[in-house]
């Protein structure tokens, strides 16, 4: 993430809070030190934004509450996760408020051209949800097949097998799929040609490799 979207996200996510976020909550959420992230308060108290620090229970870094950012402009992969959550929660009964979640979603997908809807359909097609993944996954591992799935990029991976057997691949992702107690990647192996499920727990590095790529390559 660069440091400008960093910013502006952190600045968005101490806006939808009601309380202080603590300086090490932030360094964890966006992954960077905590020398990095008082630097990144400092740039939005110098951009004007109310940044204050509040001592006590629920304390920590906040935005002033009457404070508002202008209205949000969502890119087709931020759309994809929201809309893919929403619809989630509604096949599952998670939410009773259904009506109000099918507004908002219609709101989303109205808000967005033509082309970006075009993409969010084929990105949601991609992403299954059978139930809640429970096993944790590194934030790097995540970030990388996040960036794989969103870009159609492939992936290079060490991966431990069923054996215990930690094993180099190249991949590029078909669909990922959201189980009960694991995340699953179906992908197809660039090397040998086959398909292959892998589970995203069990990656312990993930790269995203530059494309074209060709079968045997390096």
Known sequence: MRRTERLFAIAEYLRGRRTGVTAAALADRFDVTLRTIYRDLDSLRDAELPVASERGRGGGFA??????????????????VLLAVANWAREHRVVPFVAALDGATDKVRAALSVSSQRKLLELLETLQFVGVPARPVRPAVRRAVEQAWFEGQPLGVRYTDN???????????R???????????????????EDRQLRLDRLEVAEVLPRPLTPGGS
Do not use: H
């Open 163 to 173: 054996d215990g057997v930690t094993v180099k691949r190249r991949v590029r992702l």
């Open 63 to 80: 935005l002033d509450r009457s404070y508002s950012l202008p209205p949000v402009n969502l890119t087709a992969r931020e759309a994809a």
């Open 175 to 193: 669909t990922i799929v959201m189980d009960r107690g694991e995340t699953r990647l179906n992908t197809t192996d660039l090397d040998e040609q």
